[in-house]
Nanobody, 124 residues
């Protein structure tokens, strides 16, 4: 059974930093893509960053240079380091997994499994 569990979301002031974690279990596909997505109030869920099996990364333009996605294969943990946070980064952050991908994207429709989300709030 595939399971993804996020943690680390909290309230922070603009300009601050935060690191999200996602523990992943039950995935046997070593080529799986892992990604972070977010959804603010009255906004659609959007892709933030993704990482492929070889460590290749992909970022949304709004977070490039501020956020870093990484993973620890030994502990099956996905991370999102967020720096220089802005109020518009506020939202529920989800990790997700895409099995047997053609390539890692930031499209929500491509991902097969999702965590329950962790809330990030950035105040001005």
């Amino acid at each position: 059974q595939v399971r993804l569990v996020e943690s680390g979301g909290e309230s922070v002031q603009a300009g601050g930093s935060q690191r999200l974690s996602c523990t992943v279990s039950g995935i046997v596909d070593r080529g799986a893509c892992l990604g972070w997505f977010r959804q603010g109030s009255e906004r659609e869920r959007e892709g933030v960053a993704s990482i492929d099996a070889d460590g290749g990364t992909n970022y949304a333009g709004s977070v490039k240079g501020r956020f870093t996605i990484s993973k620890d294969n030994a502990t099956n943990t996905l991370f999102l380091q967020m720096n220089s946070l802005k109020p518009e980064d506020t939202g529920m952050y989800y990790c997700a997994a895409e099995l047997f991908p053609y390539g890692c994207t930031l499209l929500t429709t491509s991902y097969d499994y999702w965590g329950q989300g962790t809330q990030v709030t950035v105040s001005s």
